[in-house]
């Protein structure tokens, strides 16, 4: 009649990965009987080829654990049922993040807001198919992180959403201060980050940021001073954008490769197939091509050109690539620009570029942004 009970690890993960109320759903799983060790995929289906990154094995184990910690967790045998844990009330006032939030590309313990809904929402997930459950599993796991907040919490800015503005066109631009010659090192912080969407996602959680400069090896200048972005120069390979707002509510746009001067593709600079976008012709501007996206609940993205033609993305796995154009614009819609991670080698030679001169050509001379 002695009753004993048998522990086994969940999944072999680095100290301090979990969180505490996943590493609560594991011991409350390894009590009700053990676990075998989970095997998540690395994309799940409903991601999206852009959107997997190379961390999303240990997301997948993760959220198996988050997802016991919302669901019913098995007794341990009728004469001892298995207290619940406390419910984790979120903030008042605090929505589920949802794709047109800034939160969505928020980090929360390594990954995105929007990357860990779309794994609890997807195939493997607590809730498959249903983002809105996932939503809030995943804001009562981070609040104040993975929410859209309104209200009183946390404080907002009066009426005012951001989004990036190319600055002198943007592309092949170094960005400066009041003047061309107006560089210090004080005025930015630097950033090891893969893409300039991961630049530019990094400069909205930082309050003080004014606008960024991003260069195709991958060296990314968070701007601070004070007073702004104000001039920029010549700098093949590089992108200056600074930081503007709008009227809260309307979803946000970010450039692709700077935006201007550039054409959509898919996953490649060659990738473009007419079955990725819906086509408009006659649009006056680029504002009304971007309404007719906003009109379009799949739409990841617009190209418009000066001659009228607006092309309204649909592409599943989003804008993953431009091509030079005179004359067009490429944006993709903010939500479809999740922040991917570098892989090791990436990051190393981010390292290496960092530690050498600013400028990506090997010439010891220079500045490059």
């Known amino acids: 009649g002695e009753s004993r009970v048998c522990l086994r690890p969940v999944a072999q993960m680095p100290a301090g990965s979990l969180s505490r109320r996943a590493a609560q759903a594991a011991l409350a799983l390894a009590v009700a009987g053990g676990v075998a060790a989970a095997s998540a995929p690395v994309c799940g289906a409903a991601s999206g080829s852009r959107r997997c990154a190379a961390g ?180 093949p390979d590089y992108t200056c954008l600074r930081v503007r707002s709008m009227e809260r509510g309307l979803p946000e746009f970010l450039p692709a490769d700077g935006g201007s001067g550039r054409a959509c593709r898919g996953a490649n600079p060659g990738d473009d197939m007419a079955e990725y976008y819906s086509l408009l012709v006659g649009v006056t501007s680029l504002e009304d091509c971007q309404s007719s996206c906003r009109a379009e609940p799949a739409c990841v993205g617009v190209e418009f050109g000066e001659d009228g033609r607006c092309e309204v993305w649909t592409r599943p796995g989003g804008i993953g690539a431009t091509e030079h154009s005179d004359g067009y614009t490429c944006l993709r819609r903010l939500g479809w620009s999740t922040p991917r991670l570098a892989s090791p080698a990436r990051a190393e030679a981010m390292a290496a570029s960092e530690r050498g001169p600013r400028s990506p050509a090997p010439a010891p001379a220079a500045s490059g942004g």
């Open 56 to 235: 999303n094995v240990e997301l997948g184990r993760e959220h198996l654990l988050l997802q016991l910690a919302g669901t019913a967790t098995a007794a341990v045998g009728a004469a001892a049922p298995m207290a619940q844990p406390p419910p984790r009330l979120s903030p008042p006032m605090e929505s589920p993040c949802e794709r047109s939030c800034l939160c969505w590309n928020r980090y929360a313990g390594g990954h995105t807001c929007g990357a860990r809904i779309e794994w609890v929402s997807g195939p493997s997930g607590a809730h498959p198919g249903h983002q809105s459950l996932a939503s809030g599993l995943v804001r009562d796991e981070f609040p104040g992180i993975c929410s859209c907040s309104a209200g009183i919490w946390p404080p907002a800015p009066a009426a005012a959403a951001e989004f990036f503005e190319p600055v002198d066109g943007g592309l092949g631009r170094a960005c400066r201060g009041d003047e061309e010659d107006d560089d210090r090192d004080s005025y930015y912080q630097l950033a090891e980050v893969a893409t300039m969407e991961d630049c530019q996602v990094r400069c909205l959680e930082m309050p003080s940021c004014s606008g960024i400069e991003w260069a195709a090896y991958g060296r990314c200048e968070l701007w601070t001073r004070e007073g702004g972005i104000s001039a920029s120069i010549p700098m």
